[in-house]
Each structure stands twice: as C-alpha cells, then as structure tokens.
C-alpha cells in the first residue's frame, strides 16, 4: 500500500489543486460563452509544447507564443459571413494537426505523443507540487481581480461598457488567464481533454445549482469527485489518467442530467 500511495498520492494532490482553478474558470467559461475557444486554445498548447521541444526551449515560452498567435488569428478573422464557433473548430483542428506534426516529424518527443494528448498525472512526483502550486495560485489571484469585470461582462455588456469597463481588455485578460492554465493541466488531461476539465464540472453544477456562488462551490466539489475517481480508475483499468478523469465527468454530467430530467418529468405529472 505504501508504494501505491507513494504513486498515487502526488498525482491526486496536484489534480486537486489544479481544480481549484479549473472549477471558478469553467463557470466563467461558460457565463462568458467562450468554451469554443477554450477548446482552440488547449489544441493549442500541444503545438507550443512540440515548438518548444522542437526550439529546445521552456515549454510555456512555447505555449506562451501560440496562445498569442491564436488571439491575433481570431481578431483577424472576425468577419461577419463566418460563424464564431465555426472558425474556431478550424483553428482547433489546425492547431491539433499542426501540433501531432510538428510533435512526431521535427522533435524526439514521438513517444510522449499518448501523454500529451490525455494526460498523465501519475508521472508527477512530490518534487513537481510546489511549482504546480504557485502556478494555480498565481491563476486564482489573477482571476479574483478581473472577476468583476468579468461578471459584468457576462450579464450586461452594454452596461459594462457605460461603467468604464473595456470588453477587449478584459478579453484578452481572461485568453491570457485560459492560455496559463492550458499550460498547467497539460500534463493532468491532455490538451485533446483540458477543455472537458474546464466544461464538464461547470455544467454539472448549473443544472444543480440556482446562483453563481452555488455554481462555483458545487463544480469545485465535482471537479474533485472527478479527479479523486479518475486517478484511482486509471491505475484499475490501466488507461491514461486524463481519459479516466474526464470520463468519470462526463459521467457525473450526464448521471445528473437524466435525474434532473427524471425529477422536473415527475414535477410536471404531479401539477
């Protein structure tokens, strides 16, 4: 058992904290109607990953420069014939192939492909936690100072704007917040699986909950569940840590939807 724990415990820690910042950023995710490009972003992170091996350089030097080029991409794409979320599956998909090329034609990297892609949190050892750590809290205090803005953006714009508040700004302030926190969970999930990390809890907890805070507090809580059944389903059914976690999510989501269904149908033959 001691040596299971030495394994397991690491690699449960770091996906607990790294909840704590994927819990309050999916919610405003979702309020922000941004989960297309959450998904863009985290394709993204793969292709920095192989330019940083490829450029030998620091690896979020490498998803740093994506996470540019990607906001540049989409500002110079806005055109109004083409559907937001359209052009952002084309960027995704891009950057997904862009990042398995670069990853397995230019770099030594070709068999870390499978963990880069789902994730692989059991290879964490005690000595990564401190720096995961500062990351997540550094997110989590960036994220407190433009939650306002934030908030208000997500229920009125065209107040937020009467107030002094600047769409754009806060845009790229949160891209920048989403690019920083790809980079961290690359290693729990995967990019192919960050934007489920980010989604799946915050979507469980709207169809529990009737308040923002109630939404925070509740995906916390299930993003925990997941991560805590994900890491032990990985090592019983022997498969990457990000698909077991992202799994026991989707699980939970679609578990919770079908009793929230069950109960309004009941709900409603009862009037």
């Not at 985290?42 to 330019?51: K, R």
């Not at 540049?72 to 599956?89: F, G, I, T």
């Not at 507090?217 to 498969?239: F, H, N, R, Y």
Request: charged share 10%; proline share 3%.
């Amino acid at each position: 058992m001691g040596a299971w724990l030495s394994i397991i415990a690491p690699a449960w820690l770091a996906g607990s904290i790294l909840a704590l910042l994927s819990a309050p950023l999916g919610c405003l995710v979702l309020w922000r109607r941004m989960a297309f490009f959450a998904d863009a972003l985290a394709h993204g992170t793969l292709l920095g990953v192989a330019l940083a091996a490829w450029w030998q350089l620091p690896m979020g030097i490498g998803v740093a420069l994506v996470s540019v080029v990607v906001v540049l991409s989409l500002v110079l794409m806005d055109d109004e014939r083409l559907p937001a979320d359209a052009v952002l599956a084309v960027v995704a998909v891009t950057l997904l192939c862009l990042g398995l090329l670069t990853l397995t034609q230019l770099t030594d990297q070709q068999a870390n492909v499978l963990g880069f892609l789902f994730g692989n949190l059991l290879e964490l050892d005690w000595a990564d936690l401190p720096m995961l750590a500062g990351s997540v809290v550094v997110g989590i205090g960036l994220l407190a100072y433009i939650w306002p803005a934030q908030i208000k953006l997500a229920t009125h714009e065209a107040l937020a704007r009467i107030q002094g508040i600047h769409p754009m700004r806060q845009r790229l302030y949160f891209m920048g917040i989403l690019a920083g926190f790809c980079a961290v969970a690359l290693q729990a999930v995967g990019s192919l699986l960050i934007s489920g990390l980010l989604v799946l809890p915050a979507l469980t907890a709207r169809l529990l909950t009737h308040t923002p805070r109630q939404m925070i507090i509740t995906a916390l809580i299930v993003a925990q569940i997941g991560v805590t059944l994900g890491v032990w389903g990985s090592i019983w059914l022997d498969i990457q840590t990000g698909l077991s976690i992202v799994l026991i999510l989707a699980l939970l989501f679609f578990a919770t939807l079908i009793v929230s269904k069950t109960w309004q149908l009941l709900r409603s033959a009862g009037r």
